[in-house]
């Protein structure tokens, strides 16, 4: 069976790359604009996720304190 083997960039180059593109993306006046979350992959492509309902939220919030405030700091 043949073994696929993915070779990525230096860490360096990755991170330098991916500053620039989130350098883009913030200045992206339209994007700004969008609701919900937004990431990039390993490419640079950008990944759109609708917000949360706001039930998630509540318990996102409630499940921080109930952890307590310190680890609601480190998380957050």
């Known amino acids: 069976m043949a073994m696929l083997?993915?070779?990525?960039?230096?860490?360096?180059?990755?991170?330098?790359?991916?500053?620039?593109?989130?350098?883009?993306?913030?200045?992206?006046?339209?994007l700004a604009k969008v609701e919900?979350?937004?990431?990039?992959?390993?490419?640079?492509?950008i990944i759109m996720?609708?917000?949360l309902p706001q039930v998630m939220d509540a318990f996102s919030r409630r499940l921080r304190?109930?952890?307590g405030a310190s680890w609601a700091r480190e998380v957050c």
Not at 20 to 28: N, T, V
Not at 36 to 45: A, L, N, P, V, Y
């Open 49 to 51: 996720s609708p917000p």
């Open 5 to 30: 083997t993915l070779e990525l960039p230096p860490h360096k180059t990755r991170a330098a790359f991916n500053l620039r593109r989130w350098a883009e993306l913030l200045a992206d006046r339209e």
């Open 65 to 67: 304190i109930c952890c």
């Open 36 to 45: 919900g979350r937004i990431e990039t992959d390993r490419h640079g492509h």
